[in-house]
Each structure stands twice: as C-alpha cells, then as structure tokens.
C-alpha cells in the first residue's frame, strides 16, 4: 500500500504544481517566429473550410488531441470523464494519463475509464515507455488497451524527468528493441511521444525503424516537468539540480521542422507549448497531422463540462479563421500552405 500512496502523491502533486504554479520554462515553442501566408482573396467562403480528417479510423471534426495528463486518483478521474464528454460532443480526440498505476493496483482503473461516456471519439491509452525496460510485458501493454478500450497505445519517453526524480527509473539501454517489439505485437497503433523536451531526428530515425505508426514531437515551449519536478521535490538540492534544466530541450516548431525533413512520409502529431487554434495550424503547414494541448484544456476541465466545451469550440473557430485567412479549404491545402518568418523585433 505504500506503493500506491507514493504513485497517488506525485500524481496529485503533478496535477496541483500544473493548475498552481508556473511551470513553463524560458524558452519558447518557436511558433511564434512563423506565420502563415495570408492571402486577401483567399477563393472561397468561410463555411467552405472543412477541418475534419480520419485519425486512426476515427472521424474527427478537427486535428485537435487532448493531450495526456491524468488518472489514478478521485480528482484526475473526475477530470478524465469531464475532458472525455467534451472530446465526445465536440469529436475530437482524447490521450489519457499513464495507466501504470492501474497495472499496479486495479482498483485505480476506474479513473481512466471513460469510453462509456465517449463511444465515438480516438481515444489513446498511454504507458511509460521506460516500464518495459523493468517489469513490464507486452501482457501490460495489451491489458492496457484492453481496459482503457482505446484505439492506440502512446508510449511516453522522459529520461530528463525520470533522471530529476530520485525515484526515477533510468535505465534506457537497449529500450528501441522493447518498443519494436510491442509495435509487431500490439493489435493497435503504437504512437511514441516525449514529456515536453522535443524529438531529435536521430530518435525520430530510430523510432521509424521500430515501426511506430506516429511520433508526438511534445517539444519544449509548453510545461515544464523540470519545473514541475522543481516545486514537488523536498531536498533543496534536487530542487537546486532540476532548476538548472528550465531551458532544455527542442522547441516544438523545430522539432516538427526537422522530423517532417528527414522522415516525411512519418505522421507527426504536434504537441508542446500550443496555445491556439492558429499553433495548431501554423504545426499542420510545418508537416504535423494534428495538434495537441493539455494545459488550456486542463483549467478548463477544472471549471466545468462547459468551460471545456466552450475552449474546444474556441480553438476550432480559430483554426477554421486561421485556413481561410490563408487560403485553405482543407487539410490537405493547409498542409501545402507557405510559412514566413517573423521577426519579433520586427513587430
């Protein structure tokens, strides 16, 4: 039980340091140096832009993910079902927390568990990829799915906040093969994402090679876990050790940028600091499928099933404003769009 007690206490902590505290670092997403080409005669009406796609044989109404966050306690699981009704009524897609703890101790399953109020939408359980470096099986991965009854498996990479914990596991040699493995075996989609530090290239190359079907860049720009980890831990000189890592990582625009280059025929889904619906445009033009968010979605979902609603209906008008403004009637076209460079010094 002193297992559980501990799991439950970071995850409460995480889900209060992130509604609390400021926990976003120096450095920014890179989105806000881009711009895409407006055009004056963009060609068509406004109710022309169709925002819609198929993700994992899954129609959604935008490329918006609600990105991972919670579960394992009373509060995330209230959460959870909040941000699942609204991803429901406003179809778009739903990453639950990592169902470690509900591996460990059932009784806790519940508080991911919510496709009984979302039948329809793309909903993706999460592991931490690391797990499978220790005690976990494919046995884990395929009871994970099974329970969350989701459609993908996300399998989360965070070296730098498990290296900040001092209960953090590191052991990371050797883990591609472990992820190759499960992609052969899963019966669903196997998407690989980061924490908010970026996916490099050489990963990028690596995680191609192991078969996984998407790569979540969760690049820096957006929280923390460094700061996170930096208000949760005790001893003031982890604290000291974390505060040092406030601007690591790979912004999200490059991240996006350079992966799309290299691997172009990989979907990318764009996560990491994204603050609107023109984010998640502007990551579509760079070579992304479909943007996620977590925290914008998170005070919503603190308020209520209403606030979530009204934020996801915000971000899609702006995306919707954003395509016709340069002149994209769908997906596909705003994919094509050109980008500028912005110079904020410029503005």
Same mark, same amino acid.
């Given at each position: 039980?002193?297992?559980?007690?501990?799991?439950?206490?970071?995850k $409460?902590?995480?889900?209060k340091?992130?509604?609390?505290?400021?926990?976003?670092?120096s450095?920014?997403?890179?989105?806000?140096?881009?711009?895409?080409?407006?055009?004056?005669?963009?060609?068509?009406?406004?109710?022309?832009?169709?925002?819609?796609?198929?993700?994992?044989?899954?129609?959604?109404?935008?490329?918006?993910?609600i990105?991972?966050?919670?579960?394992?306690?009373?509060?995330?699981?209230?959460?959870?079902?909040?941000? $699942?009704?609204?991803?429901?009524?406003?179809?778009?897609?739903l990453?639950?927390?990592?169902?470690?703890?509900?591996?460990?101790?059932?009784?806790?399953?519940?508080?991911?568990?919510?496709?009984?109020?979302a039948?329809?939408?793309?909903?993706?359980?999460n592991?931490?990829?690391?797990?499978?470096?220790?005690?976990?099986?494919?046995?884990?991965?395929?009871?994970?799915?099974?329970?969350?009854?989701?459609?993908?498996?996300?399998?989360?990479?965070?070296?730098?906040?498990?290296?900040?914990?001092?209960?953090?596991?590191?052991?990371?040699?050797?883990?591609?093969?472990?992820?190759?493995?499960?992609?052969?075996?899963?019966?669903v989609?196997?998407?690989?994402?980061?924490?908010?530090?970026?996916?490099?290239?050489?990963?990028?190359?690596?995680?191609?090679?192991?078969g996984?079907?998407?790569?979540?860049?969760?690049?820096?720009?957006?929280?923390?876990?460094?700061?996170?980890?930096?208000?949760?831990?005790?001893?003031?000189?982890?604290?000291?050790? $974390?505060?040092?890592f406030?601007?690591?990582?790979?912004p999200?625009?490059?991240?996006?940028?350079?992966?799309?280059?290299?691997?172009?025929?990989?979907?990318?889904?764009?996560?990491?600091?994204?603050?609107?619906?023109?984010?998640?445009?502007?990551?579509?033009?760079?070579?992304?499928?479909?943007?996620?968010? $977590?925290?914008?979605?998170?005070k919503?979902?603190?308020?209520?099933?209403?606030a979530?609603i009204?934020?996801?209906?915000?971000?899609?008008?702006?995306?919707?404003?954003a395509?016709?403004?340069?002149?994209?009637?769908?997906?596909d076209?705003?994919?094509?769009?050109?980008?500028?460079?912005?110079?904020?010094?410029?503005?």
């Amino acid at each position: 039980m002193k297992k559980v007690t501990r799991i439950n206490s970071r995850k $409460a902590d995480h889900l209060k340091i992130n509604l609390a505290e400021d926990v976003h670092g120096s450095i920014t997403t890179g989105l806000e140096r881009i711009g895409l080409m407006h055009q004056a005669l963009p060609g068509m009406d406004l109710d022309q832009v169709n925002t819609s796609l198929v993700l994992f044989n899954r129609k959604l109404s935008a490329p918006i993910l609600i990105s991972s966050m919670t579960g394992g306690t009373p509060e995330a699981g209230r959460l959870n079902l909040t941000l $699942a009704r609204a991803a429901q009524d406003c179809q778009i897609a739903l990453g639950l927390g990592s169902f470690r703890v509900a591996l460990d101790h059932p009784e806790l399953a519940g508080t991911f568990k919510v496709r009984h109020v979302a039948p329809d939408i793309l909903l993706l359980a999460n592991l931490g990829a690391i797990q499978f470096n220790y005690s976990f099986t494919v046995e884990h991965a395929l009871r994970t799915v099974q329970e969350c009854n989701a459609d993908a498996l996300i399998l989360h990479l965070n070296p730098l906040q498990e290296a900040l914990q001092p209960e953090g596991q590191t052991s990371f040699s050797g883990l591609i093969k472990k992820i190759e493995s499960l992609c052969r075996t899963l019966p669903v989609p196997v998407i690989v994402k980061e924490v908010g530090w970026g996916i490099s290239v050489k990963t990028a190359r690596l995680l191609a090679g192991a078969g996984v079907s998407a790569i979540d860049v969760a690049g820096a720009g957006g929280t923390s876990w460094s700061q996170v980890e930096m208000h949760r831990l005790e001893h003031p000189e982890h604290s000291e050790v $974390a505060a040092a890592f406030r601007d690591w990582g790979i912004p999200t625009a490059q991240s996006i940028r350079l992966i799309h280059r290299s691997l172009p025929r990989m979907m990318i889904l764009a996560s990491g600091g994204l603050k609107d619906g023109i984010d998640i445009a502007k990551c579509i033009a760079l070579g992304a499928t479909a943007g996620g968010m $977590a925290g914008p979605f998170l005070k919503a979902a603190a308020q209520s099933p209403d606030a979530t609603i009204q934020k996801i209906d915000i971000i899609k008008q702006q995306l919707r404003i954003a395509m016709f403004s340069a002149g994209a009637r769908d997906l596909d076209a705003l994919a094509r769009t050109s980008t500028i460079d912005i110079n904020p010094i410029d503005r």
